[in-house]
């Protein structure tokens, strides 16, 4: 991969010649939502206890995501949910020194930055930056490109770097069928996205390694695998992937709803620091280096 000269701040930790591995953590189900069980408190100190290992573990970043609020709202949340995620993101940030990412499902991309900016996170997730497609949330209609980056310069929040997933899993894309992927993430770049994020249909399948490729080819911008990558599978996109984003696989029986298994954290740590990095800098040696937009 070609040594990174310029890329957004938020995302410094990618300048490694192996992919970064970001390590997904499942939040509690947040207050007011249908699952939920557990107060904020006790939520973030779970989530703190889950960080500290991943972070004494070797991991490169975390992202938080508050998965266990299902079935999710389409785009907009409460003020419940986006207090109660400052609240755990904050007290993670206090607890690690790693770089944080913030995802608010569903699509709720402009709480994330707001989340972000509170807690000190360096990067968040956005899902619907480009294109409009249909969700197991509903349809969503609109681009959040426009908005979303309005607001981030709005509130003063532009160091925190966006993330988008293009033709993200759990939706439907007929609505581009005649856009494919490498279209989509040049329109991701070109209006504005830090880093674009490649996925199989569902948490935990894998991406299609020739997808992942054709991205890394089509864009300037940081490319990360967002979906399925265990041990077994990793060789077949370090080539091309600048980070990966692993949550299904760190968890007991590879289910993103158990905690956290040591054991598969470790295998997963030392697959990615494993990785040649000559062999891959050799393979990446025509590609071009990131730039800023």
Same mark, same amino acid.
């Given at each position: ?13 990618? +300048? ?16 007011? $939502? ?12 779970? +989530? ?5 290992? %991943? ?6 970043? =975390? ?24 609240? #755990?993101?904050?007290?993670?940030? &206090?607890? $690690? ?7 608010? %499902? ?7 930055? &707001? ?20 969700? @197991? ?13 309005? !607001?981030?310069?709005? =509130? ?12 993200? /899993? ?5 609505? +581009?069928?005649?856009?494919? %992927?490498?279209? $989509? ?13 490649? $996925? ?7 991406? @299609? ?14 490319? %990360?695998?967002?979906?399925?990558? +265990? ?12 980070? =990966?984003?692993?949550?299904? !696989?760190?968890?007991? @029986? ?17 697959? #990615?620091?494993?990785?040649?990095? /000559? ?15």
């Amino acid at each position: 991969m070609a040594t990174l000269s310029k890329t957004h701040p938020g995302l410094s930790f990618l +300048t490694r010649r192996r992919p970064a591995l970001i390590a997904m953590i499942h939040v509690g189900a947040l207050p007011g $939502t249908p699952r939920a069980e557990k107060p904020v408190a006790q939520l973030a100190a779970q +989530t703190v206890q889950e960080a500290k290992h %991943l972070t004494d573990s070797g991991v490169d970043a =975390i992202l938080l995501e508050n998965m266990h609020d299902v079935p999710y709202l389409n785009r907009a949340v409460g003020p419940e949910i986006v207090a109660s995620m400052t609240a #755990v993101c904050a007290a993670v940030r &206090a607890a $690690t020194k790693l770089p944080l990412g913030v995802q608010v %499902l569903a699509g709720a991309n402009q709480a994330a930055i &707001a989340v972000a900016q509170a807690a000190g996170c360096q990067f968040i997730r956005a899902e619907g930056f480009v294109f409009a497609h249909v969700a @197991d949330e509903g349809l969503m209609a609109q681009a959040d490109a426009g908005p979303l980056l309005r !607001y981030r310069r709005a =509130i003063g929040a532009t160091d925190i770097a966006i993330l988008a997933d293009i033709k993200k /899993k759990h939706s439907a894309h007929a609505i +581009t069928a005649d856009v494919d %992927l490498a279209e $989509t993430a040049r329109a991701a770049e070109f209006f504005g996205a830090d880093g674009v994020i490649v $996925t199989g249909t569902a948490t935990g399948s894998p991406a @299609d390694p020739k997808d992942v490729a054709a991205v890394r080819k089509a864009v300037g911008v940081p490319v %990360l695998v967002g979906s399925g990558v +265990t041990p077994d599978n990793l060789a077949a996109f370090a080539p091309h992937a600048h980070a =990966i984003i692993v949550g299904s !696989y760190l968890k007991k @029986d590879g289910n993103w709803r158990n905690p956290p298994d040591p054991a598969r954290v470790q295998s997963m740590v030392k697959s #990615v620091q494993s990785i040649d990095s /000559k062999s891959r800098l050799r393979k990446q040696s025509n590609q071009p280096e990131f730039h800023r937009r």
